[in-house]
T-cell receptor, first 114, second 113 residues
Framework: GQQLNQSPQSMFIQEGEDVSMNCTSS?????WLWYKQDPGEGPVLLIA?????ELTSNGRLTAQFGITRKDSFLNISASIPSDVGIYFC??????????????FGQGTTLQVKP | DTGVSQDPRHKITKRGQNVTFRCDPI?????LYWYRQTLGQGPEFLTY????????KSRLLSDRFSAERPKGSFSTLEIQRTEQGDSAMYLC???????????FGSGTRLTVV
């Protein structure tokens, strides 16, 4: 089945530093999504990417949909303590109107030292 | 509307017992999804509904699991004869058809002892 390999598995950084994480797949996806999950809560959507090569920003977050459609990265600039959490990439195979099933990566745990 | 609601938030049950979880999606969303998440892993797809029709089931959903969405609104996920391996967070999500990046609920944490 499809698998997403997310790296790094965990990061421990100083407040104010920039962060980068990425996700690769052996399969082509038509949509890439990035979610953040806090302990005991469900994932919250951060950024959605719909076209190969697309670069999208949401505040201090920037994500790109790889040209090959098999990878994506997420950057967080000037990290702050509330950035702490687990970040998941997710790929969606279908086009609009399809099942919408998501395949998730294993997550990147981010810890920020004040 | 305050988002996707799941009940209960936590459930502890003895092995062999049956449990049922409820999910109330965002009211205008016609698609509803169930995922399971174990510690240290990303969510894994279990099943999804479009309105009241269950359109896809993962092979993770053994015959002890059943999901329903009888009127196309709320959904229930039942696990019969629970096993310790069923211990996980069960997440529900909803979306409008054709929209990406659906909204997740806070999940039901199941512990089988």
């Amino acid at each position: 089945g499809q698998q997403l390999n997310q790296s790094p598995q965990s990061m421990f950084i100083q407040e104010g530093e920039d962060v980068s994480m990425n996700c690769t797949s052996s399969s082509i996806f038509n949509t890439w999504l990035w979610y953040k999950q806090d302990p005991g809560e469900g994932p919250v959507l951060l950024i959605a990417l719909y076209k190969a090569g697309e670069l999208t920003s949401n505040g201090r977050l920037t994500a790109q949909f790889g040209i090959t459609r098999k990878d994506s990265f997420l950057n967080i600039s000037a990290s702050i303590p509330s950035d702490v959490g687990i970040y998941f990439c997710a790929g969606q195979l279908g086009l609009s109107g399809n099942t919408g099933k998501l395949i998730f990566g294993q997550g990147t745990t981010l810890q920020v030292k004040p | 509307d305050t988002g996707v609601s799941q009940d209960p938030r936590h459930k502890i049950t003895k092995r062999g017992q049956n449990v049922t979880f409820r999910c109330d999606p965002i009211s205008e969303h016609n698609r509803l999804y169930w995922y399971r998440q174990t510690l240290g892993q990303g969510p894994e797809f279990l099943t999804y509904f479009q309105n009241e029709a269950q359109l896809e089931k993962s092979r993770l959903l053994s015959d002890r699991f059943s999901a329903e969405r009888p009127k196309g609104s709320f959904s229930t996920l039942e696990i019969q004869r629970t096993e310790q391996g069923d211990s996980a967070m069960y997440l529900c999500a909803s979306s409008e058809q054709g929209r990406y990046g659906y909204t997740f609920g806070s999940g039901t944490r199941l512990t089988v002892v």
